[in-house]
């Protein structure tokens, strides 16, 4: 079984639109996370929820909203796609913070055109 | 803020030589952690050094921590052309609740 599944594995998309990512784990871990990894392989942390409480929001633009109806799911919505927004996102869980290991999802490649 | 920077940022070897990727950091670290990433695959983790250890080993890695310089090495023994992939060191943020992630050193193995 995936430990941390998302999809779509891929998503291209028009400008302008609005897009969901869904990302589930089955680890029971509390925290779950969203990382956008740009052409250049930087990985970049955008969110950070534990037990389904934002803790992290780095400076994302409020276009991303992510939501997490429980422990065991965090979904990223995108308004208005830009162009920028292509990247790959991933979806991670780790068991409480990452003093441990994190687990991360296949992630999810958003072109936008 | 990004805490680690690998270097180098692309290592091309053959089979059976030895890969050493290193890794410098910020801010004082709990722990640093190694994580690989295949070519379009997410990241796996491979081993986590805590503050107050010097060495690690797991199978064919070896990875060192020198808090007093911020740095760590992962070396990777007899490699395989299975070993091709990025691999990246990461720190804790202050919060706790995220990794901060290097640029990554991109491995590549020619059999």
């Known amino acids: 079984d995936t430990a941390v599944s998302q999809t779509p594995k891929y998503l291209v998309t028009q400008m302008g639109n609005d897009k969901s990512i869904k990302c589930e784990q089955n680890?029971?871990?509390?925290?779950m996370y969203w990382y956008k990894q740009d052409s250049k392989k930087f990985l970049k942390i955008m969110f950070s929820?534990?037990?389904?409480?934002?803790?992290i929001n780095e400076t994302v633009p409020n276009r991303f909203s992510p939501k997490s109806p429980d422990k065991a799911h965090l979904n990223l919505h995108i308004n208005s796609l830009e162009l920028g927004d292509s990247a790959v996102y991933f979806c991670?869980?780790?068991?409480?913070?990452?003093?441990?290991?994190?687990?991360f999802g296949q992630g999810t490649r958003l072109t936008v055109v | 803020s990004q805490q680690g920077e690998e270097d180098p940022q692309a290592l091309s070897i053959q089979e059976g030589e030895n890969a050493t990727m290193n890794c410098s950091y910020k801010?004082?670290?709990?722990?640093l952690q190694w994580y690989r990433q295949n070519s379009g695959r997410g990241l796996v983790h491979l081993i986590l050094?805590?503050?107050?250890?010097r060495e690690k080993h797991s199978g064919r890695l070896r990875v060192t921590l020198d808090t007093s310089k911020k740095s760590s090495s992962l070396l990777i023994t007899a490699s395989r052309a299975a070993d091709t992939a990025s691999y990246f060191c990461?720190?804790?943020?202050?919060?706790?609740?995220?990794?901060?992630f290097g640029k990554g050193t991109s491995l590549l193995v020619t059999p």
């Open positions: 991670a869980s780790s068991p409480d913070s990452v003093n441990t290991e994190a687990f």
């Open positions: 990461a720190t804790v943020s202050n919060s706790g609740y995220a990794l901060n």
């Open positions: 929820y534990n037990n389904k409480e934002l803790i």
């Open positions: 801010t004082s670290i709990n722990n």
């Open positions: 680890l029971g871990h509390d925290t």
């Open positions: 050094i805590r503050s107050n250890e």
